[in-house]
Every structure is written in structure tokens, then in C-alpha cells.
């Protein structure tokens, strides 16, 4: 018997027929003898028609700017998901499994007071725990908790699977199944790249780099806290047949299991290649080089929350003047380039160019740490493909590059063949 | 100063036009310098729609039977009145009306343990009122409070209104003001009979009466609370320009004061007109007259849930054979009839009998009290234009009479004009 946690997506509780779809998955998981919490999102499109009309009220109450009080957006968009964990519970119920849903007060889920985005503090998992003693199914509402106000929080976007995790470790589960639609973690996007393969395990670190450099199925803080807490985060498939699954002790469904880099015996030198698209690159020409200068650019960019990603400096010849190149969101670019132009005397810079539509590919793998040269075999495959290299960033466990949109798929596919990551198939 | 509850039903609040409208009648108070809670409802159809979906879970599950869980019932359901209120907050303060949303557990609104339709028991309204003195209206989702097992509870169909009622004792409102889609309560229908006028006063008891007899604009439990607690409660128009109406102090807008008799100086012998369409007549022939009859009649239909209205026991000629006859809602004569034929041994009748179609008018008013001889009137009226009475009953402050359905305008509009209810244009 083990204890685990299950959550399940907008899309996979978008309507009743899917709900029925996850009981059954969450009823497998319970007549195998495991004791099972399930966190759910709200159904699919709910979330953005309550954002919208919060957005919208204030302008057609007439007010000037469109600004509104977050704990309201909080009352009025955390009641999607008690929808959902209602109507689950009675799913289950109608099965002949004993379930109860929970809103975040109830157990209750502590959060902090940043109403809208809001970070979980404390769970106490004790009268949960008590219920899984009496055969209970816990049915709970994602994405949201209490503020030290005593009003509802809810956690930002994409919250429920940080709820999932935050509420396994709480437990002391010994799995948080994230149910998503794919069936786990690939070496890289399939769409682009056919011959990408499921990981059967891979890092947290590892994950936490591939979930912000592009692939999207888990929240990065949800990765976070799964590393921080370390629980064991099984990412599966929601579109399996629930009876078609082996739940028994021992076996091993499909999906990827995000664990400790001790749990994985053996370690690849690279895991994966992620993709970044709408990055543009910014670059100050003949700054000063000279202490506080980095500061006085990327300072006022702070600032005013321009999201800045790679920063190369490179080294001046003669110690006077130098380029600055860094990366910021497409989105980002004119924001960006109106703040420099702003601080244009104080920076001292002779020129200001900038590119749209760049990709930033990463190459990602616990094993860099213990392995030289892992870079230079991408730096090799990619000028042999004559893709250019607009910049480089480095880590412990992972190495980027800056390239034209135009070769986003032969990068990613060329770095993939190189690492041996293609599936023999 | 005083201070009040404004109550508005999901028509008035069922889109962000209309929350706006909403918001420029609760303004206008504050601005007054009233004291000011607020009760909202769902938005309109947003209730049918988790009903609904509740009601299917079980059978998409597979259920045999449609049966769920009250108290998820109640999770799903109450998160109707959780949007508009933090919808309504968010309006108010776009208009710079200081405001904070309240649901049922943060209050709390204390309710019996009967999930689904639960009956308040306690509210605190100690921080309510602290808001106010903060400047602060309070906006307070209908409908819904907290269990004793700390779980939403919901009161039951148009539970919104009790919940206005409730809170105005709570706080020692000095009036509950009822926005309605009609501008008070009229001595009838004014769809039957236009001469119909609109009392400017009427009391607890009379609309008790009105109420449950077919003028669909309070709950009755609104009202019994209302009388209990003496919560002067206002029934107003939604729809009447929220700047063209006067808030200050002694003014008096266009609605229907539902008050205490003794705050009615000039009381009416009849102050209103009432119909119930769709009532069936059964008539058990020669049943047996002896202690019991009436026991063994209705325990049967009553732990089948048949809804019985009005009882009419003939007197035997002999003392040995009675005729029995009562009126269920046409809805319930099929069940009725085969309650009555199972138990037709122990009950002895010779024959049943049943007439659908039929409609019950009543005279209400509380100045009947005192005056002999007032259902003379209507019977004289009625017999003149050739409207047969199929029964009579009586009370208090008020008797009805039924009739065949094809009477109805002709006897609810002779009987309007017999009692002097209309109006002089």
C-alpha cells in the first residue's frame, strides 16, 4: 500500500464525461489499497471567462484605469476549481468510493498574503491523514488556499500542480501523479524532433531546466517545491485507459518519475535539448567599461519588470569601452528599449541595436558536472550545420545558445542526434 | 444615518451591466451616508447550471440511481454567489465606494446541519459592523452558509432572501430592502387586473399569506423570519433609476414596507388578492365517519410526500358515511391516487373521485379580524357572475375558495372590485 497524490489538469475535468474519466483513474488507484488525495484545476476555459470578467468590471463600472482588488479576483476565480472537486467527489461517490472534496480554507492550505500569487507556507495534512484511515478519498480544490486575512489566495497560473506537490509533501506521500496530456518527460519536443524518446527518470534540477526553458509540463515552482521537499513527482498520461493500468505494488506504468539524481543509477551526460522561442537579443554598443556599468543598465530594467535572460559582456580591447548583449521576451523589446533610451547619459553607451524572433536551444544533463567538453560537441554540430551562434550562457547543468528562428528545428534535431539521444526506433 | 441591507436576485446581477447597475443603487446609499450590506444572488442561470451538473454527475458516472451528496451539493452550488459578490466588491470599488466581499463561512453565517436546504441559526455580525464604522459596504454572497460540520451549507431555492433578512437582525438593520423585477407588492396580479394598485404597507401576516398563496415576489421564510425578528423589509424596483431616487432621510421611494400591523395606521378590512393555479380536487365518496378516517387518509399521502392544501369534511346525513375532499397540486395527483388505491381497504371508501385544473382565490387581510360578515361579500360577488365554489376554507385573516381554472380573471378581478381594491384611474 503506498499513499499518493493525483492531480489532474483543466483539460482532463473539462466536462462530466472526463471527470467520470478521472474517478476511474483515482478508483483504480484506490481499489489497489492505496490511500489517494486528488488535486483538481478547474475545467477547462472556467478560469479565463472569471479572470475576464474580473478584468473587465472595472472599465464597464466605469473606472478610468482597469485595476482591480486582488482578493476579489481571488473569491471570484478560486470558485472554479471548488466546482470541479464537488462534482468529482460525487463522481467518485456514485462509483462506490468513499470521497470528500476540500477547499484550500478547509484543510487548510496556508498561504501567504500575496492574494493572486500567493506562496503556500504551511498545510496541515492531519485531518486528511485521518480520513485516508476511514477509506476516504480527499478530493482537493487546486490552486488556491487561505491568507493570513482570512480570506481566499489563489497561487498564480498553473498553481494546482505547486497545490498537488505542496499537499504531498504534507502528507508524506510516497508519489504526486501529475496527469497531464503527455505521457511524461521527452529527451526533447516530439513535435519537432520524432525520434525523441520518454525519459524513464530525470533530476529535479534537470526538470526544473527543462520546465523553464520551454517544455511545458510542469509548473516551475511546483518542480521547486518537489526538489526542496523531495517528493517524487510521476508525470502520466490522463488520456491512458484507466483499467488498462497496472496499479499493483511493483509495477511500473508509463511517464517519467522526477526524483533525486541518487535515485537515477544511470546518469546520462546530457538528458535533454529545450527550445525557447521570442527571445530578442539586445545589444548596447561601446559602454564604458568600468565598474557600476552593468548595474546602471540592468538596474532600471528591473525596474520597470523587463525580464532578463542571457547577459554576455563582452571583454574590451583596450579596457575602455565594451559591448553589452543580453536577451529579454519579444514582448519585452520596446519596453526595454525606451528605458535604455531613458538612461541613455547615465549608461553611456554609443548605440543601442536589438533583433527579434531568436531561439534560445539548451542542452541539459546532471552529468556536465563530472564531464569537460560537453559543449564543444554542440559548438562542432552546429557550425557543421552552418547554424550561427549569436551568444552562449553556461551552468553547472546545462549550456544555452542564441540562434535565428529559422533554425530552431535543425538545431534542436542536430543537437539531439549529436548527444545520442535519438530513439533506435 | 441609518443602516440597511439591500438585497438584488440573479436577474439583477446577470451580467457586468447590470453588477454595475447594482453597484450605482448601493452607492447611492453609501453616498447618502447610510450603512450599507449588500446580499447578491447567483447570476441568473448560473444556479440552474450547477444544479445541473450535479444532478448528472451520478448518471455519467454509471450510477443506477441519480442520488449525490448534499453537502457536495452544496460546494458546487454556492460558488454561484461567490463570483457575484466579489464581481459586485470589485465594481463598488472601481467606483470608489470602499467595499470587501463576505461568504457565508467568513462571516459566519451559522446553519443547521440539513446540507441543501440548512436553516440559519446564528450569524455574528460584530465585524460587519466594525466594516462599517471603517466606511466599509459589506457585499454578502446569498444563499449560504457554514455547517456545523464545517462544510457550505446552502438554504434552498431563493435562499438569498432569508439570508438578507437574516443578517439585517444580525446587524440591527434599520431595513431590508428587497430589489425586485417588480416596484412592490399590489393588491393582485396586475397581469390579470390592471386596476390592480400597489400598497404602500402591508403587513408580516398578509404577505405570509400572499406569499405562499401565489405572489411570487419573497420566499416565505423570508417573510416568517422577517416577522419574528420585526425586520422591516422593502420591497423595491431594481429597474428604477438608481440616480433619480431620493436616499435621504425621510423620503419615501416608490415599494411595498412589509411592517409590523401596529405600523399600519389605516388598516383594510381586504388588502389583497390571491391565486394558486394548478390545484386538483380529490374526493373520496362515503367513507366511513369515524375517529381515525382523517389519520389513516392522510399519514399515507403525507409520508409519500403528496402535499395537501385544503380539507373539506362533508357531515353525514346518517353519522355512518362521510364524503372526504381535498386539493394537491396537479403534480401530485397520479402519486396521490395510488397512495389512496393501496390503501383503500384500511381507509374504506366507496370511491375516488379527482378534478385537475382547478385554481384557489383568496381574500386576504388582517382587518378581517375584526370584522364579521366579509366572506358574504365575495360569496354574493362570485354568485352573481355564475362562478360555481367547489370549496371554502377559512382562517384567521384570510379564506380561499376554489373554482374552475376558466374563472380565474373573472373571479380575482370581481373580487378585486367587491372589496374596493381598485385603484381610482
Known amino acids: 500500500m503506498a499513499r499518493l497524490v493525483l492531480k489532474f489538469g483543466g483539460t482532463s475535468v473539462a466536462d462530466l464525461e472526463r471527470i467520470h474519466n478521472v474517478a476511474r483513474h483515482v478508483k483504480r488507484e484506490a481499489d489497489a489499497g492505496h490511500e489517494v488525495a486528488v488535486v483538481v484545476s478547474a475545467m477547462a476555459g472556467k478560469t479565463n471567462e472569471l479572470v475576464k470578467w474580473v478584468q473587465d468590471m472595472p472599465r464597464v463600472a466605469g473606472a478610468n484605469v482597469p485595476v482591480f482588488d486582488a482578493r476579489e479576483y481571488d473569491a471570484v476565480v478560486a470558485s472554479g476549481e471548488q466546482v470541479t472537486a464537488g462534482l468529482l467527489a460525487i463522481a467518485l461517490q456514485s462509483m462506490g468510493v468513499e470521497a470528500r472534496s476540500w477547499l484550500g480554507w478547509q484543510i487548510p492550505v496556508r498561504t501567504s498574503k500575496a492574494h493572486s500569487s500567493a506562496r503556500i507556507e504551511e498545510i496541515d495534512g492531519s485531518e486528511l491523514v485521518r ?12 490552486f488556491q488556499g487561505i491568507a493570513p486575512d482570512n480570506r481566499i489566495s489563489t497561487l498564480g497560473r498553473g498553481g494546482s500542480d505547486t497545490t498537488a506537490v505542496a499537499i504531498a509533501a504534507a502528507i508524506d506521500a510516497d508519489r504526486c501523479d501529475i496527469y497531464t496530456d503527455v505521457d511524461g518527460v521527452y529527451t526533447t519536443d516530439p513535435r519537432i524532433e520524432p525520434k525523441a524518446r520518454r525519459l524513464d527518470r530525470i533530476a529535479f534540477e534537470e526538470m526544473l531546466e527543462m520546465a523553464s526553458l520551454g517544455a511545458k509540463v510542469l509548473q516551475v515552482r511546483s518542480v521547486e517545491m518537489a526538489m526542496v521537499h523531495g517528493v517524487k513527482t510521476f508525470v502520466r498520461s490522463s488520456f491512458d485507459d484507466p483499467d488498462a493500468i497496472d496499479s499493483s505494488p511493483g509495477a511500473s506504468p508509463p511517464g517519467t518519475l522526477i526524483c533525486d539524481e541518487d535515485d537515477i543509477v544511470e546518469k546520462e551526460v546530457v538528458t535533454g535539448i529545450a527550445y525557447a522561442r521570442d527571445e530578442s537579443q539586445i545589444s548596447l554598443r561601446r559602454v564604458p567599461d568600468k565598474p557600476g556599468v552593468s548595474a546602471s543598465i540592468f538596474g532600471p530594467l528591473a525596474a520597470e519588470n523587463v525580464n532578463v535572460d542571457m547577459i554576455v559582456q563582452s571583454v574590451s580591447e583596450d579596457g575602455s569601452r565594451t559591448d553589452m548583449t543580453f536577451t529579454v521576451p519579444d514582448s519585452d523589446v520596446a ?13 553611456g553607451y554609443e548605440l543601442v ?4 524572433n531568436l531561439v534560445k536551444v539548451s542542452v541539459i544533463g546532471i552529468g556536465m558536472r563530472s564531464h569537460a567538453g560537453v559543449a564543444a560537441t554542440a559548438f562542432a554540430a552546429l557550425a557543421k550545420r552552418g547554424i550561427n551562434i549569436r551568444a552562449i550562457t553556461t551552468s553547472e547543468i546545462k549550456f544555452s545558445v542564441l540562434i535565428d528562428s529559422e533554425y530552431t528545428e535543425l538545431a534542436v534535431r542536430t543537437l539531439h542526434a549529436a548527444y545520442g539521444l535519438d530513439s533506435a526506433a
Do not use: T
Request: proline share 0%.
Open 353 to 356: 541595436q536589438s533583433d527579434k
Open 335 to 347: 519596453r526595454a528599449i525606451s528605458v535604455l533610451e531613458a538612461n541613455r547619459e547615465e549608461i
Open 131 to 142: 480520513r485516508f484511515e476511514l477509506g476516504q478519498v480527499a478530493v482537493i480544490a487546486g
